[in-house]
C-alpha cells in the first residue's frame, strides 16, 4: 500500500470566523483502500479537511437607463425676443428613463450549508475544485470557475459645445449680455442666409466639388448649432448602466413573495428604498410546481442514514421571477431558486475504492451537473 501524500494549494480559512475557503486541489492518490469522510462542517471541531459551501441563489439585477441633462443657454431669457425660440430651458435639470431590466441568477456561499471533507491518513483525498469563495463545483475533477457576466456597455454623453468659441470680435466686445445676445443673433441669421445661398448655388464662391460642398456646410451647421445653443441650451444624454445584487425573502414555498426590490426616480436615479421620491419597482417570486413530498419509511429512513456521509448537493426548485411597477410587469423570466429546493446526498459509495467517480456541479446552483 502506499503512502497517501496531500499537497494543498491555498490557504485554507474556516468558514466560522467571517472568511471563505480559497481554491484547494488536493492529489489524486494511487492505490487507495478506506473512504473519504464527508460531514457537516463544525467550526472548532473539524481540523482536518477541505470545507466548502453549496450557494444559495441572489439576483444580479441589471438597470439600463438614458440620463439627460438639460443645460440652460447663456441668452435663455432673449430667445423669444431675438430668436422667435418660447418654452427653452432656463434652469439646469436632469431626467433618468428606465429603458430596460435584465437580472441573472447568481450562487453565492450559504452560512447554513458549509460541509467539510476530512482527509485522514490512508484515506482516498480528491481533486476537490472550488471557487474562490468556497463553492464546490468538481470532485475527482479540475473545473475552471464561470466569469462574472459581462455588463452592457455604458455610452457617454457628448461633450457639451462651447457657443462662445464661435463668437466674433465685435459680440465678445460687447459692454452688456442683452447686446451680446442681439449681435450674436444676428450672426445666426448670416449664417443661415450664407447656408441657404450655398445650397440654392447663387454664393459668390460656391464650390464645384460636391465633398468641399459638404464640408462647407458642415462647417455652418456646426457654428449655427453652437450659437443657438448660447439661446435654447443643450441636452447631453448618455447611457449609464446600473447594477446590485439582491437576495430575495423566500417566507413560504408555496406562497408568491412580493417585495419591493428598488425605487427609480425619474430625476434622481436609482435611490434608496425609503426615498418616496423613486417610484417603486417590486419583486415577485412564484414558485413553479412543487417537488417530491418526504416518504415517512422506516426501511428509506435507514438507507438514508447511511448515506450521511456522502457528498451533499442542492436541488434547487424553479421559480417565476416577476418585475413590475405601477405600469405593468417590466420583465417577466423563470430561474432555479436554491432556497426553495432541498438538499440530497450522493451516495459515498460512489467514492469508495472500487470508484473513481468524477461529478461537475453547476456553480450557481450547486446542483449535478455532470455524474462520470
Known amino acids: 500500500m502506499k503512502h497517501l501524500i496531500n499537497r494543498v494549494f491555498a490557504d485554507l480559512r474556516l ?3 467571517g472568511t ?17 469522510e464527508i460531514a457537516p462542517f463544525r467550526p472548532g471541531v473539524t481540523l482536518e479537511g477541505v470545507n466548502y459551501f453549496l450557494p444559495k441563489t441572489v439576483l444580479r439585477v441589471v438597470l439600463t437607463a438614458e440620463k439627460t441633462v438639460t443645460v440652460p443657454g447663456d441668452f435663455a ?31 453565492v456561499p450559504d452560512s447554513t450549508k458549509a460541509y467539510s471533507i476530512k482527509v485522514k491518513a490512508k484515506t482516498s483525498a480528491p481533486l476537490v475544485s472550488l471557487t474562490d469563495d468556497g463553492l464546490l463545483i468538481g470532485i475527482n475533477t479540475e473545473v475552471t470557475p464561470e466569469a462574472a457576466p459581462a455588463l452592457p456597455e455604458k455610452i457617454e454623453a457628448p461633450k457639451a459645445v462651447n457657443g462662445r468659441d ?5 459680440i465678445l466686445a460687447a459692454g452688456s ?3 451680446m445676445a442681439q449681435l450674436t443673433a444676428e450672426e445666426i441669421y448670416d449664417i443661415r442666409e450664407s447656408r441657404n445661398a450655398l445650397v440654392r448655388g447663387e454664393a459668390d464662391n460656391t464650390p464645384k466639388d460636391g465633398a468641399q460642398l459638404k464640408l462647407m456646410l458642415d462647417n455652418l451647421d456646426q457654428q449655427a448649432y453652437a450659437l443657438e445653443s448660447l439661446f435654447k441650451g443643450q441636452q447631453l444624454t448618455s447611457t449609464e448602466v446600473i447594477s446590485f445584487d439582491y437576495e430575495p425573502i423566500l417566507n413560504n414555498a408555496d406562497e408568491d413573495n412580493r417585495q419591493m426590490l ?5 430625476r434622481l436615479g436609482l435611490v434608496d428604498g425609503d426615498d418616496l421620491s423613486g417610484e417603486p419597482l417590486w419583486l415577485t417570486v412564484r414558485p413553479l410546481g412543487s417537488l417530491p413530498q418526504a416518504v415517512d419509511d422506516p426501511q428509506v429512513a435507514r438507507k438514508k442514514a447511511k ?13 417565476q421571477v416577476v418585475i413590475s411597477n405601477v405600469s ?20 459515498e459509495a460512489l467514492f469508495n475504492k472500487k470508484m473513481e467517480t468524477r461529478v461537475t456541479l453547476y456553480q450557481h446552483t450547486g446542483s449535478v451537473k455532470e455524474i462520470e
Not at 425660440?85 to 450562487?107: C, H, N
Not at 464661435?166 to 465685435?170: A, S
Not at 428598488?262 to 425619474?266: D, W
Not at 405593468?328 to 451516495?347: A, D, H, K, R
Request: net charge positive.
Open 328 to 347: 405593468g410587469e417590466l420583465l417577466n423570466v423563470e430561474i432555479p431558486v436554491c432556497q426553495l429546493g432541498t438538499t440530497e446526498v450522493l451516495s
Open 77 to 107: 431669457l432673449y430667445a423669444d425676443r431675438y430668436l422667435r425660440l418660447r418654452d427653452v430651458p432656463t434652469s439646469e435639470s436632469t431626467q433618468w428613463t428606465l429603458k430596460s431590466i435584465s437580472l441573472t441568477p447568481i450562487g
Open 177 to 179: 449680455t442683452a447686446k
Open 307 to 319: 448515506m450521511e456521509q456522502g457528498v451533499y448537493v442542492n436541488q434547487p426548485q424553479r421559480a
Open 262 to 266: 428598488c425605487r427609480f426616480s425619474r
Open 166 to 170: 464661435f463668437m466674433t470680435h465685435e
Open 20 to 36: 471563505c475557503v480559497a481554491g484547494v486541489m488536493l492529489a489524486m492518490a494511487s492505490a487507495v483502500c478506506a473512504q473519504t
Open 15 to 17: 468558514p466560522g470566523k
